[in-house]
């Protein structure tokens, strides 16, 4: 039931995108809060979250280190993309959480996020402080075990991109082009 | 043979950092395998992604059932699909059929090689050796170029359909 609920909010999230966004204020339920308050810990072991991350925008996504495709194809692509707009590139924060706390530790997240040759903010927290965050997005992640005693996790491979106040504004989606990508990006730092 | 083989494994490991930027072909009778390449790790990951394209030339039917390689524990034959903006990873336990006259792509947001438990993190700018196994064809060595986290080798991942269908 609860993961239902977690589909809905990304359904949501993709309804407000196509621009029926004036239709949520009706609907008590909807995301408007899509992002609200959270605290994680980042790998110097502040905490960073919604208060200390106001200020700049920033876009924000969710996955885990040992994932060899979607994070890293995706984290790759927002430096790709922050490089493209040049001086302007830095008017926004790329930061990753990590939904698998049991194996990224904030220090692995601070070596892995430097892998990509742009700053980008690696988070994850215990289980309470991540559940809000993943709450809070709409985020649905699933740890699933894999044959051999292994597991994997599946997740939302969306990008949310956040205003200066902490206020949802849209997704970059996995099979969106660079264009589209860069486009939103201006008008998140415009 | 088993001999043989290993010598060649600890020979190629010893000439990883010499080895080759660019990723090349490999042929071992009807299978040949085209850029095989590998994405750059950081410290402490245990895991890192193959890729490559594998093509059948013969009439028959061949699969891909895993491989070897001195640098992980393991090397596992994986899956990617989204679904309603939701990834899914999977391992392939049956392996990757790769039919008579096809080309199979592993690639970002599809299938790929899991180099599972590495030893140590994979560099930029070195090869991964790796005997890949098939149902048919046998063993074929490869090396897998590693790139660096924003090279995109070959394949603008994000501007394409990704789900295997
Ligand atoms: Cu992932």
Redo the contacts between chains.
């Keep these: 039931m609860r993961r239902v609920d977690r ?1 809905i909010r ?2 949501l999230a ?1 309804l407000l995108l196509a621009g029926l966004a004036a239709c949520s204020s009706s609907q008590p339920d909807a995301p408007t809060a899509f992002g609200g308050p959270f605290e994680l810990t980042a790998p110097d072991g502040h905490t960073v979250g919604s208060a200390s991350l106001k200020g700049k925008p920033y876009a924000i996504f969710f996955g885990y ?6 994070c ?2 995706t ?3 927002m ?2 993309l922050r490089k493209q707009l040049g001086p302007d590139g830095g008017k926004f924060a790329i930061v990753f959480v990590s939904v698998d706390p049991e ?1 990224d530790k904030p220090e ?1 997240l601070g ?2 996020v ?4 742009t700053p980008v903010i690696g988070l994850t927290g215990d289980k309470e402080h991540l559940a809000q965050a993943v709450k809070n997005f709409g985020v ?1 992640y699933q740890r ?1 075990p ?3 005693g ?1 597991y ?7 990008v949310y991109l956040m205003d200066r106040d902490g206020t949802f504004v849209s997704t970059i ?6 264009q589209m ?1 860069l486009a939103k990006l201006k008008r998140l730092i415009g | 043979m088993k001999a043989f083989h290993h010598a060649i494994v600890a020979s190629s490991l010893s000439l990883a950092i010499a080895a080759p930027l660019l990723a090349r072909d490999y042929v071992s009778g009807a299978i040949t395998v085209a850029h095989p390449w590998a ?11 193959g890729f490559m394209v594998i093509t059948n030339k013969g009439k028959a039917d061949d699969r891909l059932i895993g491989g070897t390689t001195p640098i992980a524990a ?1 090397v596992q034959i ?1 899956t ?1 699909s ?1 679904d ?8 392939l ?1 049956d392996g990757l059929p790769i039919a008579a006259g096809a080309s199979v792509e592993l690639r ?2 599809s299938y ?1 090689l ?1 180099f ?1 438990g590495l030893k140590a993190p994979l560099q930029a700018g070195t090869t991964v050796p790796v005997t890949l196994q098939f149902q048919r064809a046998g063993q074929v060595r490869v090396e897998f170029a590693v790139q ?3 090279a ?1 080798p070959g394949m ?4 394409r ?2 789900a295997p269908r």
């Design positions: 589909r990304v359904g993709a280190t040992r994932c060899p495709d979607v890293p194809t984290l790759a692509r430096a790709r194996h692995d070596r892995y430097a892998l990509f040759g649905f699933v894999q044959p051999g292994d994997t996790i599946d997740h939302t491979a969306s989606d996995h099979d969106e082009s660079d990508a | 994405r750059k790790t950081a410290q402490g990951q245990p895991t890192g992604g393991e994986h990617v989204m309603g903006g939701i990834m899914r990873m999977r391992r336990v970002p947001g790929h899991m599972i660096s986290m924003t995109n603008p991942a994000m501007d359909d990704h």
